[in-house]
């Protein structure tokens, strides 16, 4: 079994910055692909990034690429997504999600991914 806790979230300005994290325990993290999803209120869940388990790799939707950075500790066993340039499109619940079936970039659809966080809240004010 795997647990993921999303921390990091909160409210902040337009034009501002925020990291969020994802701490995993139950698994040997760095074996595995990380993803970064979000959700905005009457959306499906959106991709945001995507990490390889050795962190060589990432991929990003169009829509974040150039503002956010997915990276990861596996000494720390935690994925984080730095986010600058945020904007009020960028307001969401943010999950990240585990594929123990990949180890290499991850998928950009949810399905495949067999563990989820509990979600952290971004919202963005202009």
């Known amino acids: 079994q795997v647990q993921l806790v999303e921390s990091g979230g909160g409210l902040v300005q337009a034009g501002g910055s925020l990291r969020l994290s994802c701490a995993a325990s139950?698994?040997?993290?760095?074996?595995?692909?990380m993803g970064w999803f979000r959700q905005a209120p009457g959306k499906e869940r959106e991709f945001v990034a995507t990490i390889s388990s050795g962190g060589g790799s990432t991929y990003y939707a169009d829509s974040v690429k150039g503002r956010f950075t997915i990276s990861r500790d596996n000494a720390k066993n935690t994925v984080y997504l730095q986010m600058n340039s945020l904007k009020p499109e960028d307001t969401a619940v943010y999950y990240c999600?585990?594929?123990?079936?990949?180890?290499?970039?991850?998928?950009?659809?949810?399905?495949?991914?067999?563990?989820w966080g509990q979600g952290t809240q971004v919202t963005v004010s202009s």
């Open positions: 139950g698994r040997t993290f760095g074996s595995y692909t």
């Open positions: 999600a585990l594929d123990i079936q990949n180890y290499g970039l991850g998928s950009r659809r949810p399905e495949p991914y067999d563990y």
